[in-house]
């Protein structure tokens, strides 16, 4: 079972709401990762954490704060967001070998946000 | 800095014939992952095929198969006998020692019936 799940699937809030969103995977994995995807373009990394501490921290802005409560789920928390910020967000995990280095990376379906 | 290049924002191939997508990258550890990955509209990002640096041998998975040239830094795609389902974009990605991975521009590739 390679199964990334993520929700909400769609979320449309506007620019004072607080939400978050969800991640989980059942594979054993220890790293997981945030991306932002704009239409057409690559997933830009957000954040990393391995063994869940957080280990990447890609520069985003406050506005972002991720949580991994244990090592099978991952929040994205979002509050005062910008219309900029619509984007999908995808949630990705891959298995962490001895020495910190990881294998494959797999991705659940992402949750398509739109800020008005 | 790790960067990986696709020179070929978009292609077309018509069902049944052979298209071949390009990938090159930047890097100087000698141990390696390399990954395609293929993401239909509006859909989930999954793996096509991962080959690992170290492996001299291309890999294959069922009609997709890689050339890989390391020594070149190429990481190329084949597709055989496409399929209206391979319509996707497709992103190559290079992950060296750790947990980073880097994703190309991507390839909007078009099945044409």
């Known amino acids: 079972d390679t199964e990334v799940t993520q929700t909400p699937k769609h979320l449309v809030m506007g620019m004072t709401n607080k939400k978050s969103l969800k991640c989980e995977q059942h594979m054993g994995h220890r790293a997981m990762y945030w991306y932002k995807q704009k239409a057409k373009k690559p997933p830009e990394l957000m954040f990393v954490?391995?063994?869940?501490?957080?280990?990447i921290n890609e520069s985003v802005p406050s506005r972002f704060s991720p949580e991994c409560p244990n090592s099978s789920l991952l929040n994205l928390h979002l509050h005062a967001l910008q219309p900029e910020d619509s984007a999908l967000y995808l949630c990705?995990?891959?298995?962490?070998?001895?020495?910190?280095?990881?294998?494959?990376?797999?991705f659940g379906p992402g949750t398509r946000l739109t800020v008005l | 800095a790790q960067t990986v290049t696709q020179s070929q924002p978009e292609m077309s191939v018509q069902e049944a014939e052979t298209v071949t997508l390009s990938c090159t990258y930047d890097t100087s550890e000698s141990d390696y992952y390399l990954f395609w990955y293929k993401q239909p509209p509006s859909r989930q990002m999954i793996l096509v095929i991962r080959q690992e640096a170290y492996k001299q041998q291309n890999a294959t998975e069922n009609r997709f198969s890689v050339n890989f040239q390391k020594a070149a830094k190429s990481f190329s795609l084949k597709i055989s006998d496409s399929q209206l389902g391979d319509a996707a974009m497709y992103f190559c990605a290079y992950k060296p020692p750790g947990n980073q991975f880097y994703f190309g521009t991507g390839t909007s590739l078009t099945v044409i019936p």
């Open positions: 990705a995990s891959s298995q962490e070998a001895s020495g910190g280095s990881t294998d494959t990376q797999y």
């Open positions: 954490y391995s063994y869940e501490k957080l280990s």
